[in-house]
């Protein structure tokens, strides 16, 4: 159960977009479609944006998209907004009824 | 509406015990799975465990696997955490969040576990 691959921060200016990548294996990301991402404020309860690779739940703008290719998905945010900046988490189903988690984004809206 | 409140957080010595509760209200909670989720200071998410609807099926993730037990009641709408043989590295914020199928739409806010001599 290693963690996903997540670079450790980006950053953009208002109205740009930018894409987060999570990486994982053959045992992880790659054979399922099953991939979430989580939004997380500190000191607030993460925050369900995209699950299943690239549905999102009611209330999610649809500035938030997501997308998988092999062993990497990634999630896309078009529009960036101030109240974006936060840390993002991409999480995988692993097999046998386990998950995995990335290391965590750090997003910052310059 | 859906809530997930959890509780039982506190200090304790290495080696020692703490269980954990995770309360819900606002769903039917019979038909639900539920993760425990980590966050050590400073580090990420880590997946701790699940325990489906039914209770039957429990898995760990390998870093407390064999030192926590995870369990349910449905009548009071709680899932349990017994974490045993407590180690300094399972100092963080635990969160319990509800499974919708193979993503989890709602967090409790998280409950902090510091194990330290």
């Known amino acids: 159960q290693s963690a996903l691959t997540q670079p450790r921060s980006v950053s953009g200016s208002p109205g740009q977009s930018v894409t987060i990548s999570c990486t994982g294996t053959s045992s992880d990301v790659g054979p399922y479609n099953f991939v979430s991402w989580y939004q997380h404020h500190p000191g607030i309860a993460p925050k369900l944006m995209i699950f299943?690779?690239?549905k999102r739940p009611s209330g999610v703008p649809d500035r938030f998209s997501g997308s998988k290719s092999g062993n990497t998905a990634s999630l896309t945010i078009s529009g960036l907004q101030a109240e974006d900046e936060a840390d993002y988490y991409c999480c995988s189903y692993a097999g046998s009824w386990t998950w995995v988690f990335g290391g965590g984004t750090t997003l910052t809206v310059v | 509406q859906v809530q997930l409140v959890e509780s039982g957080g506190g200090v304790v010595q290495p080696g020692g015990s703490l269980r954990l509760l995770c309360a819900a209200s606002g769903f039917l909670f019979s038909t639900n799975g539920v993760h425990w989720v980590r966050q050590a200071p400073g580090k990420g998410l880590e997946w701790v465990a699940i325990i489906r609807s039914d209770g039957k099926t429990k898995k760990y993730g390998d870093s407390v696997k064999g030192r926590f037990t995870v369990s349910r009641d449905n009548s009071e709408k709680t899932v349990y955490l017994q974490m045993n043989s407590l180690r300094v590295e399972d100092t963080a914020v635990y969160y319990c969040?509800?499974?919708?199928?193979?993503?989890?739409?709602?967090w409790g806010q998280g409950t902090l576990v510091t194990v330290s001599s």
């Open positions: 299943e690779v690239s």
């Open positions: 969040a509800r499974d919708v199928g193979w993503a989890s739409d709602c």
